[in-house]
T-cell receptor, first 113, second 111 residues
Framework: DSGVTQTPKHLITATGQRVTLRCSPR?????VYWYQQSLDQGLQFLIQ???????AKGNILERFSAQQFPDLHSELNLSSLELGDSALYFC????????????FGNGTRLTVT | GQQLNQSPQSMFIQEGEDVSMNCTSS?????WLWYKQDPGEGPVLLIA?????ELTSNGRLTAQFGITRKDSFLNISASIPSDVGIYFC???????????FGQGTTLQVKP
């Protein structure tokens, strides 16, 4: 168990809808990362937060947004969903922004129909 | 942009064989991380490397931080069926601190 908790585990929704994915980092970790993994693909970095502030942005679509709350949990909001958004979404956390390894949750599998 | 070349892309080996995979780049890194991902689960950290030349073991797994700081390799000795999965390398760029993931090596082990 990595200590990173993601909910829900599975999500099935229709095109055009909006969903929110939730992540609780490991105790003591200040940095949260979001990754997208499509079928048979690698990990695509979306966005990183550190202690409530956006730290780095990757290939995140404008339809997607995220935030990190004062209690350090994070939410990833996906709107105007398209079939191509179907993927595994992983949250990871680390103690700091430099050198600390990332610890991943077990992901949320999003299916858009 | 910067990227990691992870190879091989996939491997199909016999139980008991040793396995080697590597990640290379033209960029310089200050950290290398190796992860294993089982189907439907999140990547699990196997080994973290922080210094050029560092050689670290975790059971049957051994990883090294290349002395040029541009590469890393992971070896698995005496493979067993539960070694099946996707192995990812990740390197943190020295100049920007950005963490980059390789595309993964899919390992299949035949009993």
């Amino acid at each position: 168990d990595s200590g990173v908790t993601q909910t829900p585990k599975h999500l099935i929704t229709a095109t055009g809808q909006r969903v929110t994915l939730r992540c609780s980092p490991r105790s003591g970790d200040l940095s949260v990362y979001w990754y997208q993994q499509s079928l048979d693909q690698g990990l695509q970095f979306l966005i990183q937060y550190y202690n409530g502030e956006e730290r780095a942005k990757g290939n995140i679509l404008e339809r997607f947004s995220a935030q990190q709350f004062p209690d350090l949990h994070s939410e990833l909001n996906l709107s105007s969903l398209e079939l191509g958004d179907s993927a595994l979404y992983f949250c990871a956390s680390s103690a700091t922004v430099t050198n600390s390894p990332l610890h991943f949750g077990n992901g949320t599998r999003l299916t858009v129909t | 942009g910067q990227q990691l070349n992870q190879s091989p892309q996939s491997m199909f080996i016999q139980e008991g064989e040793d396995v080697s995979m590597n990640c290379t780049s033209s960029s310089i890194f200050n950290t290398w991380l190796w992860y294993k991902q089982d189907p439907g689960e999140g990547p699990v950290l196997l080994i973290a490397l922080y210094k050029a030349g560092e050689l670290t073991s975790n059971g049957r797994l051994t990883a090294q931080f290349g002395i040029t700081r541009k590469d890393s390799f992971l070896n698995i000795s005496a493979s067993i069926p539960s070694d099946v999965g996707i192995y990812f390398c990740a390197g943190r760029l020295s100049n920007t601190g950005k963490l980059i993931f390789g595309q993964g090596t899919t390992l299949q082990v035949k009993p």
